[in-house]
Every structure is written in C-alpha cells, then in structure tokens.
C-alpha cells in the first residue's frame, strides 16, 4: 500500500519554497517534506469510523500552499504531522463497497467531545471550536490529521459515519470529487449575503473561483456575475457556469465600473460591487477586491489567504465588510436548514462540474500531478486528481482508466 | 517652379523598395512587380503674406457678406470659434495658423471697439486641450490676454447651461450647440483645413455641438452612406450637418466663417526623405533614414512616441477666405482637391498603406488599436472620389505595430470600448446598442468635462468611421502589429507584408492588383 506522506522537516520546507519559487507550484514536490512510501491503514478510531478506499483524490490549493511551504503558520497547531494530504475524496466504503464521498472536517462528532462546541451544535462544523482537541490528534480536516489517513494514498483512510455522504449513481466519480470543493463555494455563496439584486465580482477562476461561480449561479442568481479569470479557457468555463461576463483579471475593477456605473477616486471605485468574491488570497487580490466593492458592501475570502500588506483605510472609511468562508457544515437554504454537502451534490448536478476534472494521476506520478495542478491554468486544467482505482481495476471493476488524461 | 503633380508609379525591376510607416517609425517594403504606388502632388506654395490674406479675407468677405469692420460695434457679444488640438497634423510650428488669423480678427474687433469677445476651442467631444496645446495653437499673447480673465473656454458639450436647442432640422435632427456662440451678436470660426472632410457647416455643427446632436450623423448607418466622407457632395455625414448648418443661420446665428487651407509640407528637414519618392532619395536622405531606423530600433516606445509628438510640421498657410459659410467652404474644397487629388485608373484587389504615430485624435498621446482601425480604415480608406481604391470585397493591408495601450487620461472609453464591445462583436451596425451607456457613463462624462479626456462616446465614432470600409473589404491585415490587439479589431495579423500578401491572396485570388497609398504627403485618390 502506497501513499503520500507529510512529514514535519524544516530543511525539506525550505527545499521546496525555494522550488517552487523558482519552478512555480507545485515543483518542490520531490524534494520537500512529502514522499511516496509504504503506508499502513489507519487504526479505526472509536465506534461510529469506517475505512474508506479512495477512488479519486483531488489536489486542492491548499494542498499546494503546503507542499510549496506556504501556507500560513496559523495552521502549525491544527495540523499533527506526519499526515496523508487528500481531504477532497470520493470513495468506497471498505464496509459494503458504498459510494461515498467524505465531508473532511474533523469536528466535535469525530472527535467524540461531549457537549458538542457552539458551532458544531448549530450544525456549522466548518466552524468547530475543538479541531486541536479530543481523542484525535489535531487536525482541522481529514488530509492534515495523522490519525485519520487522507485521500493520497492506496491504503485508504478512516472516516466518520457524520463524515460519510452517499453518491446518488447518477453523479461520476469525476463528479463526485467535486463535490467537497463545491461545497466550500456553496457555503461561500450562501453565506456572502448575495442577493437577486446584487452586482458580484468573482476573483479568479480556478476550481474554487469557478465552483463559486456555479454555486452563485445555481442559488442566488445575482443580477450581474462577472468574473476576473487569468486564462481563456477559465472565462469560457465561468461563461459556461452561469457568468454575465468574464473577463481577465486587471480588467475586472473597469467591468465592474461599468457595470455600476461608477466614479473612480483614489484608486477605487465610489461605488462598485455588492459583493467580491476573492478566490485567489492574494496581496494583490484584496487590495483589488478592496478597490472594487461598493461602501457598505462585502468582500468575501474563499481562497487562502496568508500574511498580507493590504492598505485598509480604504475598507475603514467605506465600512467595508471583510469576512472568510471556509469549509461547510450546514445552510439556510430559503429557510431550510441543510447539510451543505447535499445541496453541493445538487449544484454539481445541474452544473455538470466533473467536467472540471481535466487530469487524472496515478499515485506513483505525484510530482507530475503536483506540477500539473501547480500550473493548471496556465496548461487549461482546472482539477487535477490522483486516481486511485488501479487496486479496483484488478478487482475487474473499472478496466478502461489510464491516467493521466487530461 | 510650381509644384510637381501626383504620380502614379507601376513597380518594376528598377523600382527601390517603398517606404511605409510603421507607427513610430517606418519599413521598406519591396511590392511586387506591377504594383501601384499613389504618390501625392508636392506641397503647393504658401502665401508669400499670409498676415496680408487674411486682412484681404476679413475685408473683403465672400458669399455677400459685408466686410468683417463693418459687422462689429461697440456693446456687442462676439465670439470666437477655433479648431482644436485635433488639427493640424502633425501639429504646426509656431505662429500657428489660427494665431494669425484670431489675431487679425481681434485687432479688427479693437479697432471697432468691441469688448465682449470669447474664445472657444471648438472641440465637439474631443478631449480638452492643455494650456501648453492652447498657448501653442493661440499664442501666448492672445492666451495670457483671454485665459487669465475666464475668456478662453473649452466647449464643455456636457454642460446644460452652456448649451441651446435651436430646433430640429427637416430630418428631425436636434440641433443643439453652445449657448454662447449661438446667442452672440457674430460668431467668427477659425477653420483649418487639411483634407476635404474638415471646415463648412460641420465646423459650427459638429464644433460647437452636444451628444444629442452629433448622433444623428456620427453613426453607423450614416457613414455607410458616405461615399466618402471626403466628397461632400456624396457624403451623408456632410449632407447632415449643412442641414443643420442652415437651421443655424435660420435660428439667427451669425457666422462669419474663416477658412484656412494648409499645404502638405508635413516634416521638417531631417525626415523630409518621408515625403519624397524613394527613386530620388539623396545620399543624405537614405543617410537620415538609415540612422533614424537604426536608433528608432533601440529606442524605447514611449520614448520613440516623444520624439516624433515633438516634431512640429512646416506647413503653411496656402490660401484663406471668409464669409458666408457654404460660398467660403467651395473655394476650400477646391484648393483641397487642387492639392491632394490624383487621378487613379481602376480599383485594386488590394489597397496596401502604411499608417503613422498619429491621427487626428492621438495629439501628444497614444495611438491605441481603435485609432489605428480609424486611420486606416476611417481616413486613409476614405481619401477617395467617385470609387474607392480597392474594389468591394478586395482586401487592406496596413503597416502599424497596434499595441494594445492605451493613454488612460485620453482614452479612458476607449479602453473599456476595446475590452467590453470589440470583444463580442466588431460590426459597427451592432455596437449601436451600448452607445447610449458610455454615452452617459458619469465617470466618462467627468473626465471629459473636468480632465483631458474624449467623450465616452467617442470609441464608437471612431468605430462607425470604419463602417463603409468595413462593409466593402473582404478582409483586413495587418502587418507587424500585435497579434491579440490586432485579433481583436477582427482583423487578421501577419509578420511581414510577404505573408499579408499571401494571406489577401486566399481572398482576392493569386495575383492580385495591388496598389499602395504613399504618404506623406497626404493624397485624395480621384478613382475612375
């Protein structure tokens, strides 16, 4: 059993930030502190855990801001080294062979800590107040937690019944691995405070950014979606997902301008978007969000973000609203309160996002996978993912895949 | 000696290669055998006392108009109108024409005792100029005398209170111009005029007009119906504004119009080699060409772009008249045509021209993708009578490097125009639907009115320019520009002119006539 293992090593952090400096995202994959080697399954944890064999495992950009040693510290004490990366799984159940996809978040349930915190009682377990603690090692997610296992890896990992989404047939497995990236765009989308009336400035397009997009679209239908996308082939998608417009990125303050017919002053905008949406993170991305927002309006973090130098008194004196969206849990939907995952499941139906899987890797060509992913854009990908269905294959289940296909 | 006429040259072995703009800077090219090139007439001869023709002029006015003197008096309201920035191109050494001819006309005012007098650069929905661009075009005497005092104006076509509807045509078209110099006792316009478009009713009519009046002729639908808007007596463009012009004069306005013509003397010494034909370059020029390329080539752009906005041209003046407006523009025209025009035998499948740094709205500023479509498209297309030089659906091939910049304090519409509009559809017929939004756009409308910028509008004029060559091309290409701008336009690159001509070849056939526009100077193709 192979898998990709995370291992706390300070010389191979740097060897990899260096790389991926010079190299680009993604390039510090062979030398930095993630290797390929024998993994034993995870121990089931307490009752109510199962262990679930990967089918496919994306990469996420978060993953990458890891591997590249960017990431912030922050998450130096809700993480537990060493771990197996992979937290956007579709799966089968080792159980009964169910279909499954994993909701990654390690919250009060998993952790088997009674009385449950604040938010996971609310049902918002994105925002669990206990992800260091309980009987688990730390961990803030499946994928960064060493007792759980993640979805790089053959050997497959450990994950709780409150964890476990069964996968309607109708959804591919390419589907189905985009359902928990579009659920952090769900969450994001439902909690941003967009309405039918609004003016939404999306920036970046990569599968978070166009995830959001299709979440925008499908739930709230703004009056006016654009886009700022780097790549052709990202602002034909968004198009495609339900944007009014998409444009490249140092075009979007001048779309929005127009759009809400705005004067300039000091570099932003007097009125702007309702709400931008900053899928990228960036320095750069949120003095643009910042500049573009209307007074009184949200700019909405989806993407990490890190340690920035961003001039706020403009957010000061237009009393911006800045304010993160991370992860899922569940959401007032018109009223109802759901699980975020079901309603992403829907929006990946009607959006048909598999098609935003454009590679599939085996696990024994990651640093291929990684480079890939590091520079999806750029090569026309938007999702990169390990494929994990060779054991099944000799198991007579899935006799065509090779990988990678892109 | 009187100045040779225009030439029209068939490209054979002896023929040296030909001389094309290329923005800033310039290319020689070798056409094929039995190509045209159209060389322009020599510049004709300036007026030996040019201060000396315009007293003539203002004394002895056209069209039954009495004598300038006799039309001014103490207590009365006179205003001034001048052409802007826009004019003339290259922009002149000093003393500009229109300080000659606004200081005559002041003294005169003097002289009778008049004291109410405004200036207003007549700028219609150009950008405002700068007070270096006003001292230069005015002189500093008349600027310091009228700028300090409030009395220099830029016409702000934005301005409600600055503005008056006289009516509607017999078309229904709104004609609504500057309340000043419609409600003044005489307005005087200063006129220069450098091709046949510029000067008669269109210098009040467009000059001094508002959005809701320029629109009923600067559109699409109107410029396709100009054949070309060079002849007036076949241009729609034209036909408009003379209705405008008499509802003008109906409503009571005074015009005393002056007109200007200039030769096309257009650079100085050390470029003159642009302007002569390539077989009677000197030592000296093939020495001034070889060294400007060859520092042109390690220049930078923006540099190379400061250089050449600094040459001032050595035109001059050739002719002025005054009066009424219709009799004083038909003497024009006719110097116009006596300069410019060459008879031409036959259209061509393919029109060949090099276009250069500047046009008529890129003055100290950049030539940007849509100026670059105008140009050649707009102007260089439309310097025709009777036929235009390539056949309907021949091909254009122009010579410009076409970046995508954009000065963002001129052209701000321009550039949202180019990313917004051109990107979904580059017919002109179709862009008409978000006219009315830049039109409108507040912040266009601030930065035309409070900083140096053209309407938000304007885009759009330059691209219904384009119109009538738009629908008559089968194809356009052009050659070392760049790629995506270019692609954008919704034309096709190509890196040299050999691959241009193949690339026209897949349109127009193998062996196609080529003809090629020469300029400098500029030359109006009269195509039998």
């Known amino acids: 059993m ?48 199962r262990r679930v064999r990967p089918l496919l495992a994306g990469i996420c950009g978060s993953d990458l801001s890891t591997i590249d040693g960017r990431s912030s510290r922050y998450f ?18 080792e159980d009964d062979d169910s279909r499954v996809v994993i909701e990654p978040v390690l919250g009060c349930v ?6 449950r915190c604040a938010a996971c009682a609310e049902g918002r377990t994105g925002g669990c107040e206990r992800v260091a603690f309980g009987h688990l090692s730390p961990g803030l997610q499946i994928g960064f937690c060493r007792d759980t296992g993640g979805g790089w890896s053959t050997s497959g990992l450990v994950a709780h019944d409150a964890q476990l989404h069964l996968v309607p047939d109708a959804l591919s497995d390419d589907d189905a691995v985009m359902v928990e990236p579009t659920a952090c765009a769900v969450h994001a989308a439902l909690t941003s405070g967009v309405e039918a009336r609004h003016t939404v400035a999306v920036l970046g397009a990569g599968t978070l950014g166009l995830c959001t997009v299709a979440a925008l679209a499908h739930l709230r239908a703004p009056s006016t979606l654009l886009v700022g996308a780097k790549y052709a082939r ?48 960036s320095e750069d991305s949120l003095a643009q969000s910042l500049s573009m927002v209307r007074p009184r309006g949200r700019v909405v973090l989806v993407g990490m973000p890190g340690r920035v130098h961003v001039d706020l008194a403009s957010l000061w004196h237009r009393e911006v609203a800045i304010t993160g969206a991370y992860a899922y849990g569940s959401e007032d939907v018109d009223g109802l309160l759901r699980r975020t995952f079901d309603v992403a499941m829907e929006v990946v139906a009607s959006k048909a996002l598999g098609r935003l899987v454009s590679a599939r890797y085996p696990i024994d060509r990651f640093e291929e996978a990684l480079a890939h992913a590091g520079e999806a854009g750029r090569r026309g990908a938007v999702k990169v993912v390990f494929d994990l269905r060779a054991r099944e294959r000799h198991r007579g289940t899935d006799p065509s895949t090779k990988g990678p296909v892109s | 000696m009187s100045p040779r006429p225009g030439f029209v040259l068939e490209v054979d072995r002896s023929t040296p290669s030909t001389l094309f ?67 003339p191109l290259p922009p002149m050494r000093g003393p500009d024409v229109r300080q000659l001819v606004i200081e005559q006309v002041l003294e005169t005012a003097a002289e009778a005792g008049v004291d109410d007098v405004v200036l207003i650069a007549a700028l219609a929905l150009h950008r405002r100029m700068t007070d270096a661009e006003l001292r230069h075009a005015l002189g500093e005497r008349i600027f310091d005398a009228f700028a300090p005092h409030g009395l220099l104006w830029q016409h702000d076509a ?16 709104d004609v609504e111009i500057n309340k000043r110099a419609a409600t003044s ?42 054949r070309s808007f060079m002849d007036q007596h076949r241009s729609e463009l034209h036909s408009s504004n003379w209705r405008m012009g008499r509802l003008i004069a109906a409503s009571g306005v005074k015009v005393f119009q002056i007109e200007t013509n200039l030769n096309t003397d257009t650079f100085p010494e050390q470029f003159r080699f642009l302007q002569r034909r390539e077989w009677e370059w000197t030592a000296r020029d093939r020495a001034a060409f070889l060294a400007s390329s060859k520092a042109l080539e390690a220049t930078p752009d923006r540099l190379a772009r400061s250089i050449f906005h600094a040459i001032r041209a050595p035109h001059k003046m050739t002719s002025v008249q005054a009066g009424e407006v219709e ?89 949202d125009f180019f990313e917004q509009v051109l990107a979904e559809t580059t017919n002109p017929a179709e862009i008409g639907k978000y006219e009315e939004s830049f039109a409108t756009d507040p912040w266009y409308v601030h930065l035309y009115r409070t900083g140096n910028a053209y309407h938000g509008v304007h885009p759009f004029y330059m691209w219904y320019w384009c119109a009538h060559a738009l629908e008559h091309v089968g194809s356009v290409i052009i050659v070392g520009g760049d790629r995506a701008a270019v692609r954008r336009l919704g034309f096709k690159p190509a890196s040299s002119m050999a691959d241009a001509l193949e690339m026209a070849s897949d349109v127009v056939g193998p062996d196609p006539s080529i003809t090629h526009l020469h300029s400098p100077p500029l030359l109006m193709a009269d195509v039998r």
């Open chain 1, 2 to 49: 192979k898998g990709l293992v995370f291992e706390r090593n300070v010389a191979r952090f740097a060897a990899s930030r260096l790389a991926s400096t010079l190299g680009g995202s993604g390039r510090g994959a062979g030398i930095g502190p993630l290797h390929l080697t024998d993994v034993e399954p995870p121990e089931l944890p307490g009752p109510g855990w």
């Open chain 1, 76 to 93: 130096e004490d809700i993480v537990s080294f060493p771990f197996v990366p992979g937290h956007e799984v579709v799966g089968t159940l």
């Open chain 1, 234 to 281: 990202q602002r034909r998608l968004a198009e495609e997902l339900g944007a009014d417009g998409a444009v490249e990125p140092d075009q979007l303050v001048r779309a929005v301008r127009r759009r809400s017919r705005s004067l300039e002053a000091s570099g932003t905008l007097t009125g702007g978007a309702d709400v931008v949406i900053d899928c990228v993170g």
């Open chain 2, 21 to 87: 703009w290329h923005g800033e800077g310039y290319r020689l090219e070798r056409l094929p055998l039995g190509s045209r090139v159209l060389y322009a007439p020599e510049p004709v001869d300036a007026l030996r006392d040019p201060v000396g023709a315009i007293r003539q002029a203002l004394d002895a006015p056209m069209g039954g108009v009495a004598p300038l003197r006799s039309l001014l008096r103490p207590g009365m309201a006179l205003t001034i109108a001048f052409d802007d920035v826009s004019l």
């Open chain 2, 158 to 173: 934005e301005d409600p209170d600055q503005l008056v509807h006289l009516g509607l045509t017999d078309e229904g078209e």
């Open chain 2, 327 to 415: 009799a004083v523009h038909e003497r024009t025209t006719e110097n116009v045509y006596a300069q410019q025009l060459l008879e031409v035998h036959g259209q061509t499948d393919v029109l060949t021209m090099g276009l250069p740094y500047i046009c008529p709205y890129n003055v100290n500023s950049i030539m940007n993708p849509i100026l670059v479509a105008c140009l050649g498209l707009g102007y260089f297309f439309n310097m025709y009578r009777g036929r235009p030089l390539v056949r309907a659906g021949g091909v254009v091939i122009m010579s410009h490097p076409t970046p995508w910049a954009f000065h963002p304090g001129h052209h701000p519409s321009y550039i």
């Open chain 2, 185 to 226: 006792d005489l307005l005087v316009y200063v006129n220069i005029n450098l091709v046949a478009m510029d000067g008669g009713h269109k210098s009040v009519a467009t000059g001094l007009a508002s959005y809701k009046s320029l629109r009923h002729h600067h559109n699409a639908h109107t410029m396709t119906q100009s």
């Open chain 1, 110 to 115: 998993a952790r088997g800590i009674t009385p």
